[in-house]
């Protein structure tokens, strides 16, 4: 990987990547809960907040990952 692609995905980015994604997946949800029907039943939100959460940890693990790998990479040089 060059220097460039190195520096614009920091740890930062991942973060900031996945508390937007899991967001994405729990706000509908959310609001559903506070303003919709008290006898509704959403399923699809409800299936959209377990993917979304899935989505965005899994994009923080991958920043922790890349962190991690590039931290031990520095050390042994």
Do not use: C, E
């Given at each position: 990987?060059?220097?460039?692609?190195?520096?614009?995905?920091?740890?930062?980015?991942?973060?900031?990547?996945?508390?937007?994604?899991?967001?994405?997946?729990y706000?509908?949800?959310?609001?559903?809960?506070?303003?919709?029907?008290?006898?509704?039943?959403?399923?699809?939100?409800?299936?959209?907040?377990?993917?979304?959460?899935?989505?965005?940890l899994?994009?923080?693990?991958?920043?922790?990952?890349?962190?991690?790998w590039?931290?031990?990479?520095?050390?042994?040089?």
């Open positions: 990987m060059s220097n460039s692609t190195d520096r614009s995905w920091t740890f930062s980015s991942f973060l900031k990547l996945g508390i937007f994604v899991a967001a994405v997946g706000i509908p949800l959310q609001l559903y809960i506070i303003f919709g029907p008290r006898d509704g039943n959403p399923i699809g939100l409800g299936l959209l907040f377990v993917v979304g959460m899935f989505a965005g899994s994009v923080i693990g991958i920043g922790v990952i890349r962190m991690l590039q931290t031990f990479k520095h050390r042994r040089s």
